[in-house]
């Protein structure tokens, strides 16, 4: 299904990016998220940051539709997660680079672009957005995991997506590569790509427009990087956070504290 | 459903197997070569020409299902398929994708390890070369999508090797390889007539005996086919979107 094209109507525009509502998320015996309300605004950049076991990945599951949810919603662009339409819409990248190990990068991407139904164009677009130009022909096996995990990258920009959901996308990469695939994410954010990208690297928090801070399958803030640190009156996001987590005593039993 | 997707899959696949020689070895040279050894072992006795035929069933049904399986499980343990579910791929593209390219594998296979058989191992076919050519084919293409089916129930790649002696042994034991199905107890001939492996192997016999007509290989044919579309469907619906 193609998306509606009243789609970039003004009062549309206004609508957020992510909007989920009393999400809850049942894995197993265990609820992981516990009733979450979460808006992710359009056109900017949205750090989702916790401790591993949060609940961030589940988040972004239900977002791009492939987590099954008990009970709440979760509306993106406008239409229910995982509705059809969306999915030339939002980009996901998963925490382990999601591609093709026995493929050279140029197969891994010729072949999403092809599932994407993008231009061809494309395939050279995000080799050069990602800096992959010299590794094109390599088997994504042979690659070190930073640059694997710049394929997988380079495979959600394929068609320009309004929403990317990003799973960790710096982990691994040196200083030099984290300053540049922010410089890339601040780029798509102001030709108006809304973007999530989750994260455990508290530093990263201050390229953000705005932070989400989860702990135990419950959202502790949803702030500015500025408004948390004068809400929570620390230095840094990592001290915000360590802040924030003593004034939330842990999730326990199914009872929202 | 679209053929442009369903093709780029069944390339990339094919594409992926294209940088593994290895699995390319196994996939074409193995079956004929097990065939041969067959043939070697029974070399100064009238039993290659009895289960001759039986192995062209065995031994590409076997391999293809094991390759299509741990293949397809890889996809969904190495988060692709994750992937692929967010991105406009349609399940039938998927699975199609994926059918298609074992199946063009299958194919060169199957050629292989008939010319082989008659060609090198002496196998003596009294019927048509080109129908057994057709069963032999029909029976890997079951193999496949078995194969796919099965990898929907296991988590890792032990499970489902282990899928092996449970959906393989049982077809190859009731199959007539080792007692004729009619001379097997009744409950057990019951049993046997709805495993589809019984169907190839009568169907090979049938066409290197020339005992019976087309229209009973082409009835044999239309069961295994049955099965290979039933896998391919319930396949489709074992695959989720969205998963807990």
Request: net charge negative.
């Amino acid at each position: 299904m193609e998306s509606k094209p009243d789609d970039a109507g003004g009062s549309v525009r206004s609508q957020p990016a992510i909007e989920a509502r009393d999400l809850r998320i049942i894995r197993g015996k265990h609820e992981v998220l516990h009733g979450l309300n979460v808006s992710v605004p359009r056109g900017t950049v949205v750090g989702l940051l916790g401790p591993s076991g949060s609940g961030k990945t589940t988040l972004m599951r239900s977002i791009v539709g492939v987590q099954r949810i008990a009970s709440g919603s979760v509306e993106v662009l406008g239409s229910p997660a995982g509705a059809a339409g969306l999915r030339r819409r939002v980009g996901y990248v998963t925490q382990s680079a999601s591609v093709y190990d026995d493929l050279s990068v140029r197969q891994n991407l010729t072949y999403f672009r092809a599932v994407m139904g993008a231009d061809r164009s494309e395939v050279d677009r995000v080799i050069e957005a990602t800096d992959l130009v010299p590794l094109t022909n390599r088997l994504v096996g042979s690659l070190s995991g930073g640059e694997q995990s710049r394929v997988s990258l380079a495979a959600a920009l394929i068609g320009s997506p309004e929403l990317l959901v990003l799973d960790e996308p710096t982990v691994g990469l040196d200083p030099v590569l984290r300053v540049e695939l922010w410089g890339l994410f601040r780029g798509l954010a102001e030709q108006g790509t809304s973007l999530l990208i989750s994260s455990h690297v508290m530093d990263e928090a201050t390229r953000c427009d705005r932070l989400l801070l989860m702990r135990d399958g419950m959202l502790l803030a949803d702030e500015t990087p500025e408004g948390l640190l004068a809400v929570t009156g620390a230095k840094d996001a990592e001290d915000a956070f360590l802040r924030l987590v003593e004034h939330h005593p842990r999730h326990s039993a199914g009872e929202a504290s | 459903m679209s053929f442009g997707r369903t093709f780029a899959t069944a390339g990339r696949v094919l594409a992926q197997i294209g940088h593994d020689p290895r699995t390319i070895g196994l996939l074409l040279i193995v079956p004929s070569l097990l065939i041969g050894l067959m043939s070697w072992l029974f070399v100064d006795t009238p039993v290659f020409d009895r289960v001759g035929p039986a192995m062209l069933a065995l031994f590409p049904f076997t391999i293809m299902f094991l390759v299509t399986s741990i293949t397809t499980l890889r996809e969904r343990r190495s988060g692709t398929l994750e992937r692929l579910l967010t991105m406009p791929l349609g399940k039938a593209d998927f699975i199609l994708g994926y059918t298609l390219a074992f199946c063009l594998l299958a194919i060169m296979q199957a050629g292989i390890a008939v010319g082989f058989s008659i060609w090198v191992c002496g196998l003596v076919i009294e019927g048509s070369v080109w129908l057994l050519l057709a069963v032999a084919l029909a029976d890997a293409v079951l193999g496949t999508t078995l194969g796919l089916l099965a990898s929907a129930f296991a988590r890792t790649e032990f499970q489902v090797v282990q899928f092996m002696p449970v959906i393989i042994f049982p077809q190859v034991l009731l199959g007539g390889v080792f007692l004729p199905r009619d001379q097997l107890p009744d409950v057990l001939h019951a049993i046997s007539d709805w495993l589809p492996l019984s169907h190839a192997i009568d169907a090979l016999n049938a066409v290197a005996a020339d005992s019976e007509d087309a229209a009973y290989v082409g009835g044999k044919l239309l069961i295994i086919a049955a099965y290979a579309i039933g896998a391919v469907i319930l396949g489709s619906i074992t695959l989720r979107r969205k998963t807990p």
